[in-house]
């Protein structure tokens, strides 16, 4: 199972573009990296998705360089309400039958100041 | 289209008790998944039901039991509890359906506090 590695915590202003980046140097051939948000007291928001290249939403891009041992979330023009905990995950999707457990780190903490 | 609900939203026991929690999973989902998530920390998973069935389980004690009802819904159940056992219980949901896009919905938790 790949493990990831991300900072504890980040500052951030308001307007100000973040970039979220993440170690998973043993990720395998069938891996995706997902990205979830959470603020206290709730559970996990799915934010972004990739395999590898690129990947934009309406909320976020996710990078993934060629050999996919990394990935960063880019987060733009941020605002107060971005403030929250932002988890790397890295496994199979789930496929019903034997897949889809999600393996949570402690997370990366946002902070973003006006 | 309702998302991912749990009930209760908040649980008091004391140590020795039982609880139990519920989840009703995101329209057309038919998997879900629970998972414990202690003070600063990221969530722990507990186990997966799939087709009324315990697919995969976590690291955790016989004292953690599950139910998937024919409707898809899901119970957690634990046991005995323990100090240790105050957490915040999130449950998840997803559909099968092999593609690389599932994705696991979560609900907004139960907050059980073990006294």
């Known amino acids: 199972l790949a493990k990831t590695t991300q900072p504890i915590s980040m500052d951030s202003y308001e307007g100000q573009e973040v970039n979220i980046t993440c170690s998973h140097n043993?990720?395998?051939?069938?891996?995706?990296i997902t990205w979830y948000q959470q603020f206290p007291s709730q559970g996990p928001r799915f934010i972004i998705q990739g395999y590898k290249t690129k990947v934009t939403n309406e909320v976020a891009s996710l990078f993934i360089p060629a050999d996919r041992k990394s990935s960063t979330l880019s987060l733009p023009r941020v605002s107060l309400s971005d403030t929250a905990v932002y988890y790397c995950?890295?496994?199979?999707?789930?496929?019903?039958?034997?897949?889809?457990?999600?393996?949570f780190g402690r997370g990366t903490q946002l902070t973003v100041w006006p | 289209d309702a998302g991912v609900t749990q009930s209760p939203t908040h649980l008091i026991k004391t140590r020795g008790q039982q609880v139990t929690l519920r989840c009703s999973p995101k329209?057309?989902?038919?998997?879900v998944s629970w998972y414990q998530q202690a003070l600063g920390q990221g969530p722990q998973f507990i186990f997966q039901?799939?087709?009324?069935?315990?697919?995969q389980r976590g690291n955790f004690p016989d004292r953690f039991s599950g139910h998937q009802f024919p409707n898809y819904s899901s119970e957690l159940n634990v046991n005995a509890l323990l100090l240790g056992d105050s957490a915040l219980y999130l449950c998840?949901?997803?559909?099968?359906?092999?593609?690389?896009?599932?994705?696991?919905?979560f609900g907004p938790g139960t907050r059980l506090t073990v006294l």
């Open positions: 043993n990720i395998a051939t069938n891996d995706y």
């Open positions: 329209s057309g989902h038919d998997t």
């Open positions: 039901y799939y087709e009324e069935e315990e697919r």
């Open positions: 995950l890295v496994g199979p999707i789930n496929r019903g039958s034997t897949l889809g457990r999600l393996y």
């Open positions: 998840a949901s997803s559909l099968s359906s092999g593609l690389p896009t599932d994705t696991q919905y």
